[in-house]
């Protein structure tokens, strides 16, 4: 089946210890991308990546980071998380292939992340 | 500042009667439209989407109808039903999307479809 893999669903953690949230394709997609969605603000972009080796910050990329070093891997990273990160998390992936000009973004099932 | 708004926080219907979900947008570089559905503890999944270069798109029950020269977009389900009952999401995009342009996202409307 077609997905995209996000893990854990549900975390909390405490101000500063460094987490990692991990996001699997299993589409052999070239592009991830990872949102997070707060109220009142819809998804907002955080990082994206258009290929292996290949990432661009989002609009909201502050006290993140990513890294793609497998096309089907896109983990986020949260160095020293604070209490303004706890939000709810999204992966997602899509082709970008020309003959796939205009394609949708495939998401996860989310991370729900509270920090305190 | 929200380049994709959508302006109605919730929407009630009664089942069998048509869901309209409204959807503005502030870029007139946005080319490609997309609609999203997302039931809680889900992530979003995609319903429908249009390029600008026509302005209906028909899949079903649903149907997205776009207004360029007003900035707007509308998704249109007909006949409503409980199953539909969701958080809906609109979302915009500028060519070239295969450069990994990015999606902008509205605050989403919820739908509830009273049986």
């Known amino acids: ?116 | 500042d929200q380049q994709v708004k959508q302006n109605s926080p919730s929407l009630s219907v009664q089942e069998g009667r048509i869901s309209i979900l409204n959807c503005d947008y502030t870029n007139s570089m946005f080319d490609y439209f997309l609609w999203y559905k997302k039931y809680p503890a889900e992530g979003p999944t995609f319903l429908i989407s249009i390029s600008s270069i026509k302005d209906k798109n028909e899949d079903g029950r649903f149907t997205v109808f776009l207004n360029k020269s007003a900035k707007h977009l509308s998704l249109h389900i007909v006949p409503s039903q409980p199953g539909d009952s969701a958080v809906y999401f609109c979302a915009a995009s500028s060519t070239p999307s295969n450069t990994g342009n990015q999606f902008y996202f509205g605050t989403g409307t919820s739908l509830t479809v009273i049986p």
């Open chain 1, 1 to 116: 089946e077609a997905q995209v893999t996000q893990n854990p669903r549900y975390l909390i953690t405490v101000t500063g210890k460094k987490l990692t949230v991990t996001c699997s394709q299993n589409m052999n997609h070239e592009y991830m991308s990872w949102y997070r969605q707060d109220p009142g603000l819809g998804l907002r972009q955080i990082y994206y990546s258009m290929n292996v080796e290949v990432t661009d910050k989002g609009d909201v990329p502050e006290g993140y980071k990513v890294s793609r070093k497998e096309k089907r891997n896109f983990p986020l990273i949260l160095e020293s998380p604070s209490p303004n990160q706890t939000s709810l998390y999204f992966c997602a992936s899509r082709t970008i292939w020309l003959g796939a000009y205009n394609s949708p973004l495939h998401f996860g099932n989310g991370t729900r992340l509270t920090v305190t």
